[in-house]
């Protein structure tokens, strides 16, 4: 116990000595995390040369800290122009945008920023001190219960749903279809790919999100003179650091919800293939059952706003976990880190700790180090970015659909997915004019394809008998959850309305 | 001034040669070029994987011998076939776009279906390493021996994480399973990543593939049989052969890593075509390769070269194993 104290310490101190490394991979980490079809795993991918060359310290330290900033900046635009720059940021929209809307896109920053940093220091801190606990989690969530833990984000289709039962349910029947496009997971058969190659591996995500929320968006902005709403821009005429620091108080007094939703990150990044779209609609979705107020989701909630952030946060932690304790990459960006590692002599699996328990420690820390150093450079540039919100909509508009159309492009250099957000924005634009809700297309388009590797991969366990999903206890139990938590809603619904009855 | 010009045939032949010189002045001098840019590399296997470090850890010294860069291009999906398509059709024959593939799965796949383009239309021509398919569990499973994962599949059906059904080592454990009666359900998990971890965390009873992919998870998993010559002793735990055990007579179940080029491309273009093999072999005779091979977490002893007939035997041996084998892997 004194040895391993002693070896944290002075794995912290070494980390600290990288403070140089840190900062400017904060604000590298930043941009690429915000710039649609850019990610930390192409990042390090495209930056590898240069991580080869650097010592084994600090080229942990660099990759670390890159994945960790990417993650907390692909909220930026998400919140501030309704680009969601990864998948993992697909849930961020929903509250943090409309917040923007209202003027309050300084103080949405700001609460993004405090839940990202605290729920990732938080869970790196847990993983930390209950690693080989956590590494259990992945031997226990098998095909089976994967498949419940994805039907409570899909389940968000149907709380959507509740507003106008038909066209939420149209809006999600069609987000699985669009899924569902692309090879089968088991014989590799094409399936509604209209003879594009480009659709054999499934609809691309990033064009479906970006073209979804931002170029529908961009199309609906272009009719007023700027995003915001009237109160809006007077909020917005003098930015002031009061509006970052209530941000930060905001997100401080709802520190139980920042620790339970970074929690569920955590939980569900440990398990080996699960990532942070998983992560943030499954906190999104238990913030909402478990409120007090679930219709004011969707509107610009502080809530609806912590939970995406706080759980994809805490997936990057939970994706470490698997990595140094099994040997097994819980992600993309995971997986890089195992080639560049592995080219500086460390062998990943259960001995690590024993033969090199510095990289294993020092990956923790360089986590923790780069959350606090982020919680110190990022919170106030909130004011400064905010800004962007007052450019007149004739500038910003197709400043939007190229900046969106170009991060279509990157991830697999195709024309086709710079067309495939436009054609994604159109329908993205009609839904909206139309009152179908663009969020339920897309839960159906991430998170069916998940569901149904999955499903597909139980049935072929069990040789297609379909009992095999109330098979074990796990199991069983989520699917217990899953009802409590579909049926909670309306229950304090009812109790709420009741109560307003008796009080006069 | 009149001036007679006489076409003889030795003025002819001068003319013409100096002309057919002159015409083909810029073709040659583009030839000697070659490379004038980095040369685009189809991967058609996810980043992070045993194909991605196979294929940096070759290049890092090809690159030296052909003077410029490699540039990799990852497109996963349908057990390889999205890479080969979009390689087929999209990229442009002119020798600055090869693929990188495995000469297992990946040709195994056509025969299970066929591609949009024809399979003669692209070749392999340099082979980088081979290494055979094993069985191999997660480091807490309680099968210790291959006999024990046999007498427990003649009691009941086992699943197999398998990297995707039409896999050299699907091949190798049906064939297990025909020899001893054991009843083994594939389970394809798509990706080496994705079949370690089914077998470390017990989704499946064991998995089965490439050896190289196996000794990289280290001490998480321990390998029990493999389908073919063990070359590397304790690092796949001294498993031994599946041939030796049950006195089989199987063909080796192989993967092999290879670049492989547009047939019209080579036709086309055999001064680039030539460069390219050239210094391919080059790499294979300088030290510093095996170096980056071991520094990547691959087997030395896997590391074997091998040119466009090596290759072409492979590849037409894969897709007769397939056929063979089509109704077990494609449920028909």
């Given at each position: 116990m004194g040895d391993t104290a002693a070896l944290l310490f002075s794995v912290l101190m070494d980390t600290l000595g990288y403070w140089w490394v840190m900062i400017p991979t904060i604000f590298l980490g930043l941009i690429v995390g915000g710039i649609p079809g850019f990610s930390a795993a192409n990042t390090i991918i495209i930056l590898m040369p240069l991580t080869l060359a650097m010592d084994l310290q600090m080229g942990l330290v660099f990759m670390v800290t890159l994945y960790c900033a990417a993650r907390m900046g692909a909220g930026i635009p998400a919140i501030l122009v309704n680009i969601p720059g990864t998948a993992g940021a697909a849930a961020t929209p929903l509250d943090g945008y409309p917040m923007t809307k209202q003027g309050r896109g300084q103080q949405a920053l700001s609460i993004s920023f405090v839940s990202s940093a605290i729920g990732g220091l938080l869970t790196t801190i847990i993983a930390l001190a209950a690693m080989p606990l956590l590494a259990?989690?992945?031997?226990?969530?098998?095909?089976?219960?994967?498949?419940?833990?994805?039907?409570?984000?899909?389940s968000l289709i149907a709380s959507i749903a509740a507003q106008d039962m038909i066209k939420g349910l149209i809006a999600g029947f069609l987000g699985l279809m669009i899924g569902s496009i692309g090879t089968d997971v088991v014989y590799a058969t094409p399936r509604g790919t209209m003879g594009f190659l480009e659709l054999y591996?499934?609809?691309?995500?990033?064009p479906a999100l970006v073209g979804l929320f931002a170029v529908s968006e961009a199309f609906i902005i272009i009719e007023k003179k700027v995003i915001l709403s009237k109160k809006g821009q007077e909020a917005m005429e003098n930015p002031s650091w009061a509006a970052t620091f209530e941000g930060v108080r905001e997100a401080l007094v709802r520190w139980?919800?920042?620790?339970?939703?970074?929690?569920?990150?955590l939980v569900i990044g440990v398990i080996p293939g699960a990532g942070a779209s998983i992560a943030s609609f499954v906190a999104y979705q238990q913030s909402r059952t478990f409120s007090k107020t679930p219709e004011k989701y969707g509107t610009?909630?502080?809530?609806?706003?912590?939970?995406?952030?706080?759980?994809?946060?805490?997936?990057?932690?939970?994706?470490?976990?698997p990595l140094l304790v099994l040997g097994i990459p819980g992600g993309a960006t995971a997986a890089i880190m195992l080639v560049v590692m592995q080219y500086h002599g460390v062998s990943?699996?259960?001995?690590?700790?024993?033969?090199?328990?510095?990289?294993?420690?020092g990956m923790f820390m360089a986590m923790a180090?780069?959350?606090?150093?982020?919680?110190?450079?990022?919170?106030?540039?909130?004011?400064?970015?905010?800004?962007?919100?007052?450019?007149?909509?004739?500038?910003?508009?197709?400043?939007?659909?190229?900046?969106?159309?170009?991060?279509?492009?990157?991830p697999r250099e195709y024309m086709f997915d710079m067309y495939l957000a436009l054609a994604f924005g159109v329908l993205g634009y009609i839904a909206r004019r139309t009152g179908y809700h663009v969020a339920a297309i897309l839960i159906g388009v991430i998170l069916g394809p998940l569901l149904e590797t999955y499903f597909l991969r139980a049935l072929k366990k069990s040789e297609g008998d379909i009992t095999v999903l109330f098979s074990s206890t796990i199991g069983n139990i989520l699917w217990v959850a899953l009802v409590v938590s579909l049926i909670l809603p309306a229950v304090f619904d009812r109790r709420r309305k009741r109560k307003e009855l008796v009080t006069p | 001034m009149n001036r007679k010009t006489i076409l003889n045939r030795r003025t002819f032949l001068s003319t013409s040669a100096a002309a057919s010189l002159t015409l083909a002045t810029p073709g040659l001098l583009r030839a000697n070029t070659f490379p004038e840019r980095n040369i685009d590399v189809y991967v058609p296997t996810a980043e992070g994987g045993g194909a991605d470090r196979n294929f940096r850890a070759f290049t890092s010294i090809w690159k030296t011998k052909l003077g410029v860069d490699f540039e990799p291009g990852y497109y996963p999906g349908a057990s390889g076939r999205v890479g080969y398509e979009i390689y087929m059709g999209k990229a442009e024959p002119d020798c600055y776009?090869?693929?990188?593939?495995?000469?297992?799965?990946?040709v195994l796949n056509w025969a299970m279906q066929e591609p949009t383009f024809d399979v003669d239309d692209y070749f392999y021509f340099g082979q980088v390493d081979v290494d055979p398919s094993v069985v191999f569990v997660g480091a807490e499973s309680p099968f210790q021996t291959i006999d024990d994962i046999v007498a427990e599949g003649q009691k009941r059906t086992l699943t197999v994480g398998t990297s995707r059904m039409a896999h050299p080592a699907s091949i190798g454990i049906l064939a297990l399973g025909d020899q001893t009666g054991a009843k083994f359900n594939l389970i394809p998990l798509a990706g080496g990543k994705n079949t370690v971890a089914g077998a470390v965390t017990g989704e499946v009873d064991f998995s089965v593939l490439t050896s190289g992919s196996v000794i990289a998870a280290g001490d998480a998993v321990r390998t029990l049989l493999v389908f073919g010559e063990n070359r590397v002793g304790e690092r796949l735990n001294n498993a031994k052969n599946i041939n030796e055990v049950y006195g089989m007579d199987l063909p080796e179940m192989l993967s092999a890593r290879a670049f492989g080029i547009h047939r019209a491309a080579a036709e086309a273009y055999p001064d680039r075509f030539a460069r390219l093999q050239e210094t391919f072999a080059e790499t294979f005779e300088d030290p510093a390769l095996l170096e980056a091979y071991v520094a990547s977490g691959g087997a030395p002893e896997y590391l074997r070269m091998g040119g466009v007939e090596e290759c072409a035997k492979f590849k037409a041996a894969m897709l007769e194993l397939g056929a063979k084998y089509k109704p077990l892997l494609t449920g028909a």
């Open positions: 259990r989690v992945g031997f226990y969530m098998h095909a089976v219960e994967m498949i419940v833990v994805m039907l409570f984000g899909i591996d499934g609809v691309p995500l990033i139980k919800h920042i620790v339970w939703t970074s929690i569920i990150g610009g909630h502080i809530e609806g706003l912590i939970a995406p952030e706080s759980a994809n946060n805490g997936v990057t932690s939970g994706t470490l976990v990943f699996g259960p001995s690590l700790f024993q033969r090199q328990p510095e990289v294993g420690y180090v780069s959350y606090l150093l982020m919680m110190l450079t990022i919170i106030p540039l909130s004011r400064y970015m905010s800004r962007v919100t007052t450019v007149p909509t004739i500038y910003l508009a197709p400043m939007i659909i190229s900046f969106t159309l170009v991060g279509a492009f990157v | 776009s090869l693929i990188f593939g495995n000469m297992g799965p990946e």
